[in-house]
């Protein structure tokens, strides 16, 4: 079993829509939980921390559920500029400053 | 600032033949990372280094692959002797020490390899 794992779409969404969609990790004693966004052909950036309490930012939603071992991510309003490969990223207390990071959920939003 | 720097963007090279990756961090970054990135595998960490010095390559792959930093500006990732299998996109990673289990890594454009 993969330490995280997520679904790799493409999730087809329509512009101004709503799409969601989940992350799951092995490891229970993960600590910190991040969302990466990348592009086609290009390195990924750093869209969000995850929060225990869950956090929000401008359209972007993202929730931890320690208990089933899942983070998500929600995408209200959605736009074209959305198109894109989410990565869900996890670093395990005894990682050190190790990542792992999921394959990868492609979204492709459409007018 | 000028972001994380990698060269070359492109190489094309035969099985075989050596090949080096160069990275140069951003300045002030005391954490460096390499990775690569396949469709089948995702995106793994080969090794990365903390004030110049290799904290872990349990990533790396095989004896074929070395990386060295020797200065606080500059890492190279080598391959030798180079296999079709190595073909994929290395990315470079940089980060400044962070609190409270919080970290952002920058990512370099990646240099994307194929070995024929």
């Known amino acids: 079993r993969k330490e995280v794992e997520q679904d790799p779409g493409p999730f087809n969404v329509p512009e101004g829509a709503t799409v969601a969609f989940n992350c799951t990790y092995s490891n229970s004693a993960s600590q910190s939980f991040f969302w990466y966004r990348q592009d086609c052909r290009k390195e990924p950036k750093l869209l969000m921390s995850v929060y225990s309490s869950g956090n929000e930012d401008g359209r972007f939603t993202a929730q931890l559920n320690r208990a089933s071992q899942y983070i998500s991510l929600l995408i209200r309003d959605s736009k074209l500029s959305d198109s894109a490969t989410y990565l869900c990223v996890v670093r395990g207390w005894a990682a050190g400053n190790k990542l792992t990071f999921g394959g990868g959920t492609r979204v492709l939003v459409k007018p | 600032d000028a972001g994380v720097i990698q060269s070359p963007r492109h190489e094309v090279t035969e099985m075989g033949q050596e090949v080096t990756l160069r990275c140069k961090p951003i300045s002030g970054h005391d954490y460096l990372f390499w990775y690569r990135q396949t469709m089948m595998r995702g995106l793994e960490l080969l090794i990365y280094f903390n004030n110049n010095v290799p904290i872990d390559d349990s990533g790396m792959p095989e004896d074929r692959f070395s990386a060295k930093m020797p200065n606080a500006s500059f890492s190279t990732l080598k391959i030798q002797p180079s296999e079709p299998r190595d073909s994929a996109v290395y990315f470079c990673?940089?980060?400044?020490?962070?609190?409270?289990?919080?970290?952002?890594?920058?990512f370099g454009p990646g240099t994307r390899l194929l070995v024929l």
């Open positions: 990673a940089s980060r400044t020490r962070a609190g409270g289990g919080q970290e952002t890594q920058y």
